[in-house]
């Protein structure tokens, strides 16, 4: 399956500063990436779907003004958390999208918001 | 979405098979089986998918119902590092969401 990175792997920031999550699709190229956001004791819950060249579909209930996506090339979709909170702490996690409705994900990245 | 109901836990011994079950009865034509497993800590890892036929990989195997309203994930011979929530997902094309849900938390017992 494909290999997705995301950087960084934790961060840990201060209320109200801003903080930009990286995903990359090392060995594919991904036209659809998805981001997602696991509370503790959670499953995953989708975010919003990026699409390359275009804006991203965001779920109902995810703010597009807070949580921006840039999607600028086939290698890579990022997702700034804009004047993050301490409710905004979590783990996100971004997947690319394979043949057959298959995402493969990355280790994901854990939010912490002081 | 066409959603999917799994138990919330298992155990197992090490070294012994494991089925996991999943019930899909409003599964649609189109709609692929996938599964996924997910480590404490970490993101979902794949694991296999279906459409019809019953399919093995490396990882696992996957029975599928006749009437594909249920399917089975088998764990040949389970080990330590195979405890973590397992997840069996409907999606259907490339590109389609995917909606998560509880999944089953396996626990396996040395």
Redesign the interface.
């Known amino acids: 399956g494909a290999v997705v990175s995301q950087h960084p792997s934790r961060v840990i920031c201060k209320s109200g500063t801003s903080v930009k999550i990286e995903c990359r699709s090392l060995d594919f190229q991904a036209t659809t990436m998805f981001w997602y956001r696991q509370f503790p004791k959670q499953s995953l819950m989708l975010m919003a779907t990026s699409n390359e060249g275009s804006k991203a579909t965001y779920e109902q209930g995810v703010e597009k003004d807070k949580f921006l996506i840039n999607h600028a090339s086939l290698t890579l979709s990022t997702l700034t958390v804009t004047s993050a909170h301490p409710e905004d702490s979590s783990f996100y996690i971004c997947g690319t999208s394979g043949a057959h409705g298959t995402q493969y994900f990355g280790p994901g990245t854990r939010l912490t918001v002081l | 979405d066409a959603k999917t109901t799994q138990p919330n836990s298992m155990e197992s011994n090490e070294e012994e098979p494991v089925h996991l079950p999943c019930n899909h009865s409003t599964i649609s034509g189109t709609d ?1 089986i ?1 599964w ?1 497993r997910q480590l404490p ?6 694991v296999i ?1 279906g ?1 019809t036929s019953n399919v093995n990989n490396r990882m696992a195997s996957l029975a599928i119902a006749e009437d594909r309203k249920s399917s089975t994930l088998i764990l040949h011979r389970a080990t330590l590092r195979d405890a973590a929530v397992y ?1 069996c997902i409907l ?13 089953t938390q396996l626990t396996v017992n040395p």
């Open positions: 692929y996938h996924y800590s970490q993101g979902p890892e794949y998918h459409l997840y999606g259907e094309t490339s590109g389609s969401r995917l909606t998560f849900g509880e999944g």
